[in-house]
């Protein structure tokens, strides 16, 4: 057995039973905002913002499931891989950003010690 594999959405079943009202209301955002009929976002656009959230956020599901589905709406190997770099420049530039912080902190603690 491993950590994340091909079958655990077997597993929503528990959470359907246990929650289902939730459940119900979850699936239907989930719909509504990933294949709403109204959307202004074509698929193909949808769902590329989904790989490269998924990517970030590291969900392996969903990785899966919003690469498969970019393929299905029409997205090709380049703009994929172009989604994958677009998504590592956003994590490293927000890791850059939130050093802007880390350096701030520091001199707070360094005018401390002189206090």
Known sequence: MSYHEHTDHQYAKHIRAGAPEAFKAFMAWDNQVLRGRDNAIPPKYTELMA???????????????????????????????????????????????????????????????TQ
Do not use: P, W
């Open 51 to 113: 790989v490269a959230v998924a990517l970030t956020t590291q969900c392996a599901y969903c990785i899966e499931a919003h690469t498969k589905a970019a393929h299905s709406a029409g997205a090709t190997q380049q703009e994929l891989a172009e989604t994958v770099m677009t998504t590592a420049a956003l994590r490293a530039g927000g890791g850059y950003a939130h050093g802007f912080m880390a350096m701030k902190f520091f001199d707070q603690a360094e005018k401390n010690d």
